[in-house]
């Protein structure tokens, strides 16, 4: 016999995404379990090889083995994964009930850990229903579903991205962002039509990555205006868009909490035309 909880469904439910992060935006979670992303190729010109490497504390491993073998009355093996779609995976034989586990589970609120229980052992239904909320909210803790093929650039001839971003996600996302990547974007020629616009920076969720427009890139561009753009991507790691692309009012509102946010403002309005002339 195997059940499973998968994320298929979740990735497709906007609608019930929206409501969850007002109460779980990047929240602190234990050290349980640890990624340390794949690198693409830096402009050094270095890659290396091989995919994302997850640490698990093994005590945390084997306290949640524990609980699932006294509430199963019986031996449990328990595997913690980096899956991107199966979360909850169980299966029993020979006596044994085997149960695999993403690695955010290690690290969740102890209702969270219940429901787990509750599901992997009883089958319950609500026990279902939790944990697919708890996914719900924490889709950022996935891993990338796309790989980097193009060399990044963090290090600018003003501003360092790198610097920048380590000191965002520390500073206001609880750490909670330690698999991002960030990098400067190439410089193309803009269209006709397009000269009274300029897009300071993007979020690629696939690749969990922020690109910063090289117009930023200037001496006369200062480094709280480059960390407030880069805050604003962030919280589209966290808070995933409506459908259309619509911001939704929960990304508005933890964007008015950035400290300078004001001033951010203000300073893009003053000074957007010559931002404009330094694509």
Do not use: C
Not at 22 to 37: E, H, K, Q, V, W
Not at 125 to 143: H, K, T, V, W
Not at 186 to 201: C, E, F, N, Q, V
């Amino acid at each position: 016999m195997s059940a499973e909880l998968d994320v298929t469904r979740l990735f497709t439910s906007a609608k019930r995404l929206r409501g969850r992060h007002a109460s779980a935006f990047a929240p602190r979670m234990a050290m349980a379990a640890l990624r340390i992303p794949a690198s693409p190729q830096t402009e050094s010109g270095l890659a290396f090889v091989g995919g994302p490497r997850i640490f698990i504390h093994e005590g945390a491993r084997q306290a949640l083995e524990r609980r699932l073998s006294l509430a199963h009355r019986g031996p449990v093996q328990l595997g913690v994964t980096d899956n991107l779609r199966r979360m909850v995976t169980r299966t029993r034989a020979r006596g044994t009930l085997r149960v695999r586990v993403h690695m955010m589970f290690l690290g969740a609120p102890e209702r969270v850990r219940q429901a787990l229980v509750d599901y992997v052992v009883h089958g319950h239904r609500s026990a279902s229903q939790a944990l697919g909320a708890f996914i719900d909210e924490n889709l950022y803790r996935i891993r990338p579903s796309q790989p980097v093929t193009r060399p990044l650039t963090t290090r600018g001839e003003h501003h360092d991205l790198a610097a920048i971003l380590a000191e965002v996600g520390s500073r206001y996302f609880a750490g909670s962002v330690g698999d991002v990547l960030i990098t400067w974007g190439r410089r193309t020629r803009p269209r006709a039509d397009a000269r009274r616009t300029i897009k300071l920076g993007s979020y690629s969720a696939p690749e969990r990555l922020v690109r910063i427009h090289p117009a930023l890139d200037r001496p006369w561009v200062p480094r709280y205006f480059v960390a407030y753009i880069v805050y604003h991507e962030l919280l589209h790691h966290v808070i995933p868009v409506m459908p259309g692309g619509v911001h939704p009012p929960e990304l508005l509102r933890r964007e008015r909490e950035f400290p300078l946010y004001e001033r951010a403002l203000a300073w893009e309005q003053k000074h957007i035309r010559r931002l404009l002339r330094a694509r």
